[in-house]
């Protein structure tokens, strides 16, 4: 794609002024805009990943509260860090931003490198969330791009490449290199943020509302909802598993840590196994999985209910049993812990709902 092409008829300047005039004026109240401070434009840029912003204020509040700048948050203990972001998802944002935070606080004395270099070489940060970092807290004209990004200039420039792929990436970045206002860099970055968040939505834009209409080529041509090209990502792969919450004489919960690496690592859940489809039904298979891989004689007792948990790549379907344990136990993998002690460890999304309805049906048959 040719740059100067694309850009010849452009109004820049003018493009330029009617978004920051615009995102001056209508921008949302959002608690990381309260200041420029660098450690919180990166905390709330690494916990919006993924994540809606209404789901994120609270969990940002929470979060600066419990670690407000560099030091308190590299000084934190890890399972401390998990448990604020619980619930979140994508566990591996909490531990590598700690990770770099951690860097920073002992190589750059606790100070936000404000240089791509630096700043895009620390755990976690990739050129997303160096530009946002550098252009909102330092004015730094360096480009953000995200799917709203690319979402809003595919439409303004007509632009028909695929979002879906990598390398596009690429192409909008080269162009915001030439757009982006030099002298406030951070409401131009946001502006394009914002205006895809709430005015130039994937579906249905509000091409009547939008302070930037008179520059938007798809606007003019009629091709607004068709714009991005995006290719399906491919169907998500569906895991059934049998999820046991089994209490001991003392009324404590058995748990066990998932491992080091790969999903949801390190936190807690309650003992779960693959269901494989055989001549066992899902009570036979957990009460087996229960004595042959980890040495503990459980009865396994009431179905409580199905929980469907949905990730990016794949769907947990999990069948969940209530029951208890037979006799004492020495175990590697598992532990008892009471109510106490639960409320202390971070816990993924799918096993705080199976906890939840636990409860209820708990509630329910002593009520």
Request: charged share 25%.
């Amino acid at each position: 794609m040719n740059l100067n092409s694309l850009l010849q008829t452009f109004s820049t300047v003018d493009f330029q002024n009617d978004l920051i005039e615009w995102f001056s004026k209508e921008q949302r109240d959002l608690p990381w805009r309260k200041d420029q401070d660098p450690y919180k434009v990166w905390v709330s840029e690494i916990m919006l990943q993924q994540t809606k912003v209404d789901t994120v204020i609270p969990y940002f509040n929470s979060f600066i509260e419990q670690f407000p700048n560099i030091e308190s948050l590299a000084n934190a203990e890890e399972e401390r860090v998990l448990k604020a972001w619980e619930g979140l998802g994508y566990y591996s944002r909490a531990r590598n931003l700690q990770a770099a935070v951690r860097e920073v606080h002992e190589v750059y004395r606790g100070v936000v490198p404000n240089n791509v270099k630096d700043i895009s070489s620390l755990k976690g940060v990739g050129p997303y969330t160096t530009g946002a970092i550098l252009s909102i807290a330092y004015g730094i004209p360096e480009p953000a791009v995200d799917g709203n990004v690319m979402r809003v200039l595919s439409r303004i420039l007509l632009i028909r490449e695929d979002i879906a792929k990598p390398k596009t990436r690429k192409i909008f970045e080269e162009v915001i290199r030439e757009i982006i206002s030099k002298e406030n860099p951070s409401f131009f970055n946001q502006g394009l943020m914002e205006l895809g968040a709430i005015v130039c939505t994937p579906t249905s834009p509000s091409c009547l509302l939008c302070p930037v209409r008179e520059h938007c080529r798809a606007f003019h041509e009629g091709e607004q909802n068709e714009l991005p090209v995006k290719t399906k990502k491919k169907s998500t792969k569906q895991v059934n598993l049998i999820a046991g919450v089994f209490f001991d004489s003392k009324g404590n919960v058995l748990v066990q840590q998932r491992p080091e690496s790969g999903l949801l690592a390190k936190l807690w859940e309650f003992p779960t196994v693959e269901r494989v489809v055989e001549l066992e039904t899902p009570k036979q298979q957990l009460q087996r999985f229960m004595l042959e891989e980890n040495g503990i004689n459980v009865e396994v007792e009431d179905y409580i209910c199905d929980i469907q948990h949905v990730f990016s790549h794949l769907v947990w379907n999990i069948n969940v049993y209530v029951g208890k344990v037979n006799g004492s136990f020495e175990s590697s993998t598992l532990k008892a812990v009471s109510r106490e002690e639960q409320e202390l460890l971070p816990f993924p999304v799918s096993h705080q709902n199976i906890w939840k309805e636990v409860q209820k049906n708990k509630s329910e048959k002593s009520g």
